[in-house]
């Protein structure tokens, strides 16, 4: 049988003593990091819970529309351009609170939504794994 396509959260301590975590596709790209930081790794981990429970969703509420655009509920992704002008999203979960971005901008809307198609597919299953095991793994 081969190998299952997983993704996988990385968690991490940072050096000031919190703890971020990133979504790391099966091709190894980082598909998305947490938005700020966490005091303990309990919490960080809650975080990654609820990026799994969140993102199938298939609310997206595009932010970049001249003419505005529809307030829609959380939980929910958004698009919407950064200060260089490209696309990036972000996923808010029920409470409204922001738990993870894209790390990157895109250069148009349809890459940016394959960006949330690739979490929405990725993070229900992925793995969560500190960093030290992940880096053991490659």
Known sequence: MANELKGTFI?????????????????????????????????????????RKFCAIDKIEDQTLVKG???????????????QGKFRYRLRANNGNLICISEEGYATKASCKAGIASVARWAPEADMVSEAEYEGKK
């Open 69 to 83: 655009y529809d307030t829609l509920t959380n939980p929910k992704f958004e698009i919407y351009l950064d200060k």
């Open 11 to 51: 968690y991490y301590k940072t050096p000031k003593g919190n703890f971020n975590f990133r979504l790391k596709a099966p091709n190894k790209e980082t598909i998305a990091v947490c938005e700020g930081a966490y005091a303990d790794l309990k919490s960080c981990k809650a975080g990654i819970d609820s990026v």
